[in-house]
């Protein structure tokens, strides 16, 4: 449960880092 949470709140985290660069890039 822990392993699989932290997974996908990294995925999380990636994606949202990756949206907010793009963003702040436009």
Same mark, same amino acid.
């Given at each position: 449960?822990?392993?699989?949470?932290? *997974?996908? =709140? =990294? $995925?999380?985290? $990636?994606?949202? *880092?990756?949206?907010?660069?793009?963003? *702040?890039?436009?």
């Amino acid at each position: 449960m822990s392993a699989d949470g932290a *997974s996908q =709140n =990294n $995925l999380r985290v $990636l994606v949202v *880092s990756a949206t907010l660069l793009q963003a *702040s890039s436009r």
